[in-house]
């Protein structure tokens, strides 16, 4: 299974952004001064579930009182979303490694973090990692989190290591998330089980897994600050090294609660010294390092009538009606059929039991004459005296695995008793308790053995039935006394030799996937027993199926001022691709053309042609192929113009031209003039727009001043207009004209050019005859002119014509 992974944990031990994820939910179960009960919790949370639209089911059960009367509840993998209308947990529901209620007063809100539309893990961690919540403590200004990271080191729900425990804060009174910060306490240890204040200090109780067995650690800090320097209990004094810290005690969950009661230090957790035990239990102590004595049995969870699995624990002492404890728990299944199949089952369950509990004053006897004889099978048997009139249970200590205490194996016997799941080569205790309508007696004195176990016969594949989203489930016969086994495949189709793992799974049967469509793999399983690993079982085939995956919803379309679109919809399912596909509608276009990929449930277009209408539709692909496409949305892509104005325009004079430089960052640009000599009041904008950072400017008139100004452009208008420039342009009037009669009616002009590239128009008049100004019919290139069939004895004026400007006259008198 690829969910709940908290609860494979606790049963086997082989291996803050916020942002709301739903609206204030249904009426919470009220607290009063009276306490609240184990019932009325149970259903608050199951209705939350089954009407929240938020919040599905999780782990973990953390509660924390806030100075403002709320109540932080934490979880570790939760299912976000509804319920199916027959009560089903969907297969498409999100999965985030943690997460937070908020109760205030009679509402509920769900916390996660990421967005809305794509929720994520309330404390996220790095690729192929996952961080599962601690206990947490509130300060003056925030609350104090304890998280512990995960690596993935396989594809089975097992499969995975501690790297790690981290501290986060949650501001107060807004649960605004701080910074995440790796403690240096090590990762043999997670720590966050339980946190709880006790006089100067704040110890800090974890979990180690080894083998099989799991044990408790403490850790303290002083005051309430979890960031200042922990010291670990090593088993006699306090140490600064976190690897000194030492074992407390065996048999404790993932999760388990710790609190002060009266003169007592009460420690109840999930009986685990036991594989899937329906036991919770209690140890108490002087002090908070211990010893602990006990177990005390507190409650036998139902759940496991059902098949189900129940683990993890947690005080709530201050939820509790007065003279009890109240005790949280979590319940899940080994089959993910059957956990899907009902929601209701993956949601935290409460008891409540009166504390202290009472004794009787005088109970029977303990059994004499116990023995315990290993048998050749890994099981042990174990006899005694038996009375008339009294049941009898027997406990046992696996003293090789480190066990610290007893544990009471299921059943009741008259005489006789069969241990099973043994471990080859450990040592093993076992005492009987006599048990009558009084109570249960003493222990016996224990008798020891030690087991011999064979490894476990290989199971017996019975089926693989591929469903239709790239996995195939297996099942296989029960194997005595084994509980875990480990699944392998190799790809037929490709020719694969060797076998790939694919994770340690308990139970009976195991889903493997997502896998290659339409490739045939063979499976074979192998029994893991006290006595070591079986042989590979006989190979079983299937051929495994992804069917092309739902046509999404239409999705939504945003247009963008770069003249983009941004399109999202509701993903599909987990662990998609999409190919999004576009048409110009107001080309008239017919065919979508290539479509553009995502991998998440957002696209962006490229750049669409400003005021054209455009449609999308939006397809899920996986390994089966593309599926339905979604309904098409339609929207008109709009650019906008742009929004800064260039700068550092500059304007320099070349002959009649000028040259503009300037800085934009855009790509095209309107040039704006106005000749300021002749007097126009509005610019003009030039007919033709400048490309660059750079242009030209001619057909201007010489010597007149202008005013100019650029502009960026595109499709979508015109941006804010530039800082203006003056430039005057240059003169091409020529200087020195002189006129100087040269014969008889003939007179020779020269002048000076101020520019090589001008042609010039001779002006002239009969000034004696008062003659007006007339222009000679061909233009004059060069320096100087020759004029003939002039009157003697007339003066004459002449001048030099260049566009509209002229220069002044010259006189001459012809001879």
Do not use: C
């Not at 209308?85 to 007063?105: F, K, M």
């Not at 005013?707 to 452009?713: C, H, N, P, T, Y």
């Not at 060069?782 to 004029?787: A, D, L, M, P």
Request: no cysteine; glycine share 10%; proline share 7%.
């Amino acid at each position: 299974m690829r969910f709940g992974l908290r609860w494979l944990l606790a049963a086997w031990t082989v291996v803050v952004l916020l942002g709301a994820a739903g609206a204030a939910g249904p009426v919470a179960a009220p607290v009063t001064d009276g306490g609240t009960s184990a019932a009325a919790l149970s259903e608050m949370f199951q209705r939350y579930g089954d009407t929240s639209g938020a919040w599905l089911g999780a782990d973990r059960t953390a509660s924390v009182a806030l100075p403002d009367g709320r109540r932080l509840w934490l979880f570790s993998d939760t299912f976000l979303g509804r319920p199916d209308p027959d009560g089903a947990r969907p297969r498409t529901a999100d999965l985030v490694h943690n997460s937070a209620i908020v109760q205030d007063g009679a509402r509920l809100e769900t916390v996660t973090g990421g967005s809305p539309a794509r929720p994520a893990s309330l404390v996220s961690a790095g690729d192929d990692q996952f961080s599962w919540i601690g206990d947490a403590t509130v300060r003056s200004d925030e609350v104090q989190v304890l998280v512990n990271r995960y690596r993935r080191t396989g594809q089975g729900p097992l499969d995975h290591a501690l790297a790690g425990t981290e501290l986060t804060t949650l501001a107060l009174p807004t649960l605004a998330a701080g910074q995440v910060r790796a403690l240096p306490v090590g990762a043999k240890v997670s720590w966050g089980s339980e946190v709880m204040v006790d006089g100067e200090y704040t110890y800090v109780y974890g979990t180690e897994a080894a083998g099989q067995m799991k044990f408790a650690h403490v850790a303290r800090v002083k005051g309430t600050d979890l960031g200042q320097a922990w010291q670990f209990w090593t088993g006699q004094e306090w140490s600064n090294r976190a690897g000194e810290s030492g074992r407390l005690l065996s048999g404790v969950g993932t999760t388990y609660g710790v609190r002060r009661v009266g003169e007592q230090y009460v420690l109840v957790t999930h009986e685990n010294n036991l594989m899937f035990s329906s036991d919770f239990v209690a140890y108490t102590a002087a002090s908070p390092t211990g010893p602990f004595e006990g177990p005390q049995y507190l409650f036998r969870a139902p759940e496991t009538d059902a098949g189900h699995i129940v683990y993890d624990a947690d005080l709530h002492l201050d939820l509790a009606r007065p003279g009890s404890l109240l005790v949280s728990y979590n319940v899940n299944d080994l089959d993910e059929a059957v956990a899907y199949a009902d929601a209701s089952i993956y949601r935290p369950r409460f008891f409540e039991v009166p504390w202290p509990p009472k004794r009787a004053k005088q109970l029977p006897a303990p059994p004499a004459a116990v023995t315990a004889v290993p048998d050749g099978a890994g099981t042990a048997g174990v006899s005694w005296k038996a009375e008339s009139g009294l049941s009898y249970q027997v406990y046992r200590r696996d003293v090789t695995a480190g066990q610290t205490h007893f544990v009471r194996l299921p059943g009741e016997a008259a005489g006789t008793f069969r241990s099973e799941f043994l471990t080859n080569g450990h040592k093993y205790e076992f005492g009987v308790t006599a048990v009558d309508r009084r109570g249960e007696s003493a222990m016996s004195p224990v008798a020891g053995m030690t087991a011999t176990v064979p490894p476990p016969p290989a199971p017996t594949l019975v089926r693989a039935d591929p469903d239709n989203a790239g996995k195939v489930t297996l099942h296989w016969t029960e194997v005595p006394f084994v509980q875990l086994f480990k699944v392998y495949y190799r790809d037929l189709t490709t020719g694969q030799r060797g076998r790939t793992a694919a994770g340690a799974y308990p139970g009976q049967s195991a889903t493997v996937g997502p896998l290659r469509h339409d490739h045939e793999y063979e499976f074979t399983a192998v029994a893991v027993g006290g006595g070591g690993d079986s042989v590979h079982s006989k190979g079983i085939r299937a051929t495994a199926v992804v069917a092309p995956p739902a046509a999404p919803s239409i999705p939504s379309a945003q247009t963008r001022p770069d003249g983009t679109v941004l399109l999202s919809w509701a993903a599909v399912g987990p662990g998609l691709g999409y190919r999004i596909y576009q048409r110009d509608a107001t080309a008239g276009a017919q065919d979508w053309g290539p479509p553009g990929l995502a991998t998440t449930t957002q696209f962006r277009s490229r750049p669409l042609q400003h005021g054209h209408d455009y449609e999308f539709v939006v397809a899920a692909v996986n390994d089966g192929g593309e599926g339905a496409r979604s309904p098409v949305v339609r929207v008109r892509a709009q650019l906008a113009p742009p929004g800064e104005a260039p700068t550092r325009l500059r304007a320099e004079p070349k002959g009649t031209a000028v040259e503009l430089s300037w800085r934009s960052q855009a790509t095209w640009h309107w040039i704006f003039r106005r000749d300021v000599t002749a007097g126009e009041k509005e610019f003009t904008r030039e007919e033709i727009g400048a490309q660059g950072d750079e242009a030209t400017l001619t057909n201007l008139v010489a010597g007149h001043e202008y005013e100019l100004a650029v502009a960026a452009f595109n499709p979508g208008g015109a941006g804010p207009r530039s800082e203006s420039v003056r430039v005057v342009v240059a003169s091409a009037l020529p200087t020195n004209l002189a006129a100087v009669a040269t014969g008889p009616g003939t007179a020779r002009l020269t002048w000076r050019e101020t520019r090589t590239d001008v042609l010039y128009r001779v002006q002239m008049r009969d000034a004696t005859a008062g003659e007006q100004w007339r222009t000679e019919p061909y233009p004059v290139d060069g320096n100087r002119h020759e004029t003939f069939m002039l009157i003697a004895g007339h003066r004459y004026e002449f001048r030099l014509q260049v566009n509209d400007l002229t220069t002044d006259p010259v006189s001459v008198t012809a001879q």
